[in-house]
């Protein structure tokens, strides 16, 4: 027996059957029971359970009338918005795969999200929208989007609304302006409003639990962001075991300002709620003063989120005058919560700030601090139904508790490999007991109760405010900037963020004085994720080598932190 297993919640089962359904399912079968209730709140709007699933529908027929078949990838690039979770259920619908992007990406970044699954259909906002169309026409004419499907966010807003659910000030410029659709060279463009007025037919769904749901793309080491291939089946497991861990029920009230289109946004709080027909008040983007008001005034019970979150809303000047007495689980993950921060929770609140571990690998969590008993600073336990190890990297066989070797993780919420990479699946899956067991990349070691702790990455990865930043990904395109002959991206202490982006670059000798490091900060912003462009460049004459001409960047990174 597992040691975590005394500290296991008494009220839940080891491991649990995951629904043969597809994810589609959980829509309607939650519109069925609860047609009335809502589903989504933005800005005071209410969406019912049963609006929901009709403009789901309406939206699958729209797809199917492009030619979106079986099996096709559709692009989903939308901000926190009702609008994403009815599109992700109409790609779902039309029995179509999700490709989620990150709306943070940039023209030059989009291109392989359109070319790399052989997309031909997106749908985003207008704000967004002419990136995307940028990256699709700078494109050869064969791999372009056929269609682009565009939505306002007053779509789903009346901008004149009142009181604690208006938008902080600061917003209205960027969510209340309807702006025009751009240009698709040689595709089709077509307004939201348009799409959802479709009344053509719709044909029925066939798509199985094994049949592919959502791609999501990580980075890695090398190059550019890899699909994960996930079934119905592998984020209907975490679907289900999230609500049953956190208590959900159709009785929850969500917070959702944790992005939908990241694996822990969209899984463990988007298809949970769905699965569970609980509520999502849904947050664009973070905010204190917006979300103090509305955890108010939506009795919200449960709050996924990131530390950092936490720490702001309680250094708001108006705390006092926010009623946080509903909250019933908060949790999230991405970064540690300073161990203040969690007494201070625990002592005003009573509530326990459970962390959780996971990857776009894994739909999520794979890891979870049970809620009865969590440990700080802690991934948690293995999750429903999962086997955790730590092994030795090299040997691949399982290390002494206590020693740190590399986490791998066995479990149905597991991804079926990397999209069109069999070589990257093969190295990332091994067998042990008869088990095939996916490879973390972390490292880390396992307590004496079972308890995960992580101690350091074997892969090369900066984690800045729960956002994952490959240097590998921000060098390849850096590299496009004229002036830059060689770039090394490492990690820098950051005392709100945990960390930041730092390059260490190499002018061509045609524009040494000519480029300074605030011209390549300003050149990043326009190419690449917010998230992604360094906080600092140092120029430098040459980078270290190694005899075979590899870039060591251990020595500039242990150089940086000392």
């Known amino acids: 027996m597992r040691p975590h297993f005394k500290f296991w919640p008494s009220r839940l089962p080891h491991a649990i059957t995951v629904p043969a359904t597809s994810l589609w399912h959980n829509l309607a079968i939650s519109a069925l029971r609860y047609p009335d209730k809502p589903a989504t709140v933005f800005f005071g709007a209410v969406l019912t359970w049963a609006q929901l699933k009709a403009a789901a529908e309406r939206l699958a027929a729209r797809l199917q009338a492009l030619g979106v078949a079986k099996g096709d990838r559709v692009l989903l690039n939308l901000q926190n918005t009702p609008q994403l979770i009815v599109a992700h259920f109409a790609i779902l619908r039309a029995d179509a795969v999700v490709v989620p992007i990150n709306p943070m990406n940039r023209a030059e970044e989009l291109k392989h999200y359109i070319t790399d699954p052989d997309a031909r259909v997106a749908i985003t906002s207008a704000e967004l929208a002419g990136e995307l169309a940028a990256a699709s026409n700078a494109l050869p004419a064969g791999q372009r989007l056929a ?24 917003w209205r410029d960027w969510l209340l302006p309807r702006r025009p659709l751009p240009v698709l060279d040689g595709g089709q463009v077509q307004a939201w409003a348009d799409a959802l007025a479709f009344d053509g037919p719709l044909a029925p769904t066939t798509v199985g639990s094994q049949d592919l749901s959502v791609l999501p793309y990580t980075s890695g ?65 973070w905010d204190r003063e917006l979300a103090g008001r509305l955890i108010s005034r939506w009795k919200v019970t449960a709050w996924a989120n990131i530390p950092t979150m936490v720490i702001d809303l309680l250094a708001s000047p108006n705390f006092a005058s926010f009623d946080l007495s509903s909250l019933k689980a908060i949790s999230g993950g991405g970064a540690a919560m300073p161990q203040a921060v969690a007494q201070r929770l625990f002592e005003v609140y009573g509530l326990r700030y459970a962390e959780g571990y996971g990857l776009t690998e894994t739909a999520a969590p794979s890891h979870q601090n049970p809620l009865e008993h969590p440990k700080q600073q802690c991934l948690g336990i293995p999750f429903m139904s999962t086997d955790a190890r730590v092994v030795d990297p090299d040997t691949l066989k399982e290390v002494p508790q206590g020693e740190t070797g590399e986490i791998v993780i066995h479990g149905p919420e597991v991804f079926q490999g990397y999209w069109k990479r069999p070589d990257a699946t093969e190295a990332a899956f ?35 405010s729960g956002f994952k930043v490959w240097p590998a990904e921000v060098e390849a395109l850096m590299f496009k900037h004229p002036a830059i002959q060689e770039a090394c991206v490492i990690g820098t202490r950051d005392a709100y963020r945990g960390e930041s982006v730092k390059a260490v670059v190499v002018l061509r000798a045609t524009h040494q004085g000519q480029v300074s490091e605030q011209d390549i900060i300003d050149w990043c912003r326009e190419h690449m994720a917010a998230y992604k462009v ?13 005899g075979s001409g590899k870039v060591m960047w251990r020595l500039l990174q242990e150089k940086e932190t000392g």
């Not at 890899?226 to 159709?250: P, Q, R």
């Not at 929850?252 to 699965?275: C, D, K, R, S």
């Not at 095939?436 to 308890?451: A, M, N, Q, T, W």
Request: charged share 20%; hydrophobic share 45%.
């Open 147 to 170: 269609h682009l499907i565009v939505t306002q966010y007053t779509d789903a807003f009346d901008a004149a609304v009142p009181g604690e659910d208006a938008p902080p000030e600061a």
């Open 221 to 285: 080491t090398t190059g550019l962001p890899k699909g994960c291939m996930h079934t119905h089946a592998s984020i209907m497991h975490n679907a289900v075991a999230c609500t049953l861990w956190g208590n959900g029920s159709s009785e929850t009230v969500g917070l959702v300002v944790v992005p939908m289109f990241h694996i822990t946004g969209m899984v463990a709080v988007m298809h949970a709620a769905v699965y569970a027909g609980a509520t999502m008040v849904l947050m664009p983007r």
């Open 430 to 464: 091994f067998e042990l007991e008869g088990k095939r067991f996916f490879r973390s990349g972390d490292l880390g070691r396992v307590d004496e109760d079972g308890y995960f702790f992580i101690t350091d990455r074997l892969k090369r990865m900066i984690n800045a």
């Open 534 to 546: 360094p906080r600092a460049v140092q120029f430098a004459d040459a980078l270290p080598k190694s």
